[in-house]
Nanobody
């Protein structure tokens, strides 16, 4: 599966952004990850393919929402109440199966798109 993330940009702290992930076919669970300079890539959220189950990292719970539009093969990440520590390159990735989990382990996701940069000014 091919993926392409978009929608990043510069936003003030407290603001919102919506990231989009275009997929070549929505046949897998899809996750969002981020990597800040000098830090390891970390899981943010994922959504199952076959139902609407979603999972979030503790750091974004209550602020970020993942959703999908199967008809358009799109997955979105709505990010609200952004903080400077949310600044990173954000990636979407496909899980080799229908069901992801709250592990959000980078190594479990096998197909990655190019990232989109999110900058949060304080």
């Amino acid at each position: 599966v091919q993926l392409q993330a978009s929608g990043g940009g510069l936003v003030q702290a407290g603001g919102s952004l919506r990231l989009s992930c275009a997929t070549s076919g929505f046949t897998h669970a899809i996750g969002w990850f981020r990597q800040a300079p000098g830090k390891e890539r970390e899981g943010v959220s994922c959504i199952n393919r076959s139902d609407d189950s979603t999972y979030y990292a503790d750091s974004v719970k209550g602020r970020f929402t993942i959703s999908r539009d199967s008809a358009k093969n799109m997955v979105y990440l709505q990010m609200n109440s952004l903080k400077p520590e949310d600044a990173a390159v954000y990636y979407c990735a496909a899980y080799p199966g229908l069901y992801c989990s709250d592990d959000l382990s980078v190594g479990d996701f096998t197909s990655w798109g190019q990232g989109t940069l999110v900058t949060v000014s304080s």
